[in-house]
């Protein structure tokens, strides 16, 4: 069945430091591919997203890019701020009429000042 | 555009009782709507799919009669936590998904359900 794996967390990054959270997914067909971030205590929303290979999706200086040779969606940025720090949840869409979401285990960031 | 609201944001009940969560779509219809659990620290457990004018579909494990789904309109779901018990003590989450629109999902901020 489809399903993604995020990198395990906490990451604990430096204010200003380069960030990389890891995303690979197994599918069948092309799916469309999400990152959604958590604040504490709120419900998710859409950070990026992209629906074909070698699509970029950007926001906020967030990056990620469609990999279908390697599967792979791995969330960069390049300078990171405290308010940042979040749970990052990478997320496939099936490519059904119903487009359920199928979601990574989710990588918690904590950024130091 | 795109908010998904949920209420109540929070609620404590006590064990045997029912509670009804609600989602609305506030400015887009929503032929789909999803709801999720999550627990501390984890990721999301999608319960069930909600499509308007029909029954729900639950995702395997997931007791339906324990976890009743009304999608009555295009902007309204809503799950009822039936003789809830301290298990059920969750944070739940509901999304839904644009009529016509990309497979993208617009996210509630969530309903934090104590059971005592």
């Known amino acids: 069945g489809n399903s993604v794996t995020q990198m395990e967390g906490p990451v604990t990054l430096s204010e200003e430091a380069f960030l990389t959270i890891n995303c690979t997914y197994t599918?069948?067909?092309?799916?469309?591919l999400f990152w959604y971030v958590q604040y504490p205590g709120e419900g998710l929303q859409l950070l990026l997203k992209?629906?074909?290979?070698?699509d970029k999706g950007s926001n906020k200086g967030f990056e990620a890019t469609y990999r279908k040779e390697t599967t792979s969606f791995h969330l960069e940025k390049g300078s990171v701020q405290v308010s940042d720090s979040a749970v990052y949840f990478c997320a496939l869409a099936e490519p059904s009429n119903t487009g359920k979401l199928i979601f990574g285990q989710g990588t918690t960031l904590q950024v130091k000042p | 555009g795109a908010v998904v609201s949920q209420h109540p944001s929070w609620v404590i009940c006590k064990s045997g009782t029912s509670v009804k969560i609600e989602c609305r779509s506030l400015d887009f219809q929503a032929t789909t709507m999803f709801w999720y659990r999550q627990f501390p620290k984890q990721s999301l457990m999608l319960m069930a799919t909600s499509n308007e004018g029909s029954k729900a579909t639950y995702e395997q494990g997931v007791e339906k009669d324990k976890f009743l789904i009304n999608h009555a309109s295009l902007t309204l779901s809503t799950l009822t936590v039936t003789s809830a018990h301290p298990e059920d003590s969750s944070f739940y989450i509901c999304s839904a998904r644009r009529q016509g629109g990309s497979y993208e999902q617009y996210f509630g901020p969530g309903t934090r359900l104590t059971v005592t």
């Open positions: 599918a069948t067909g092309y799916p469309s």
């Open positions: 992209a629906t074909k290979a070698d």
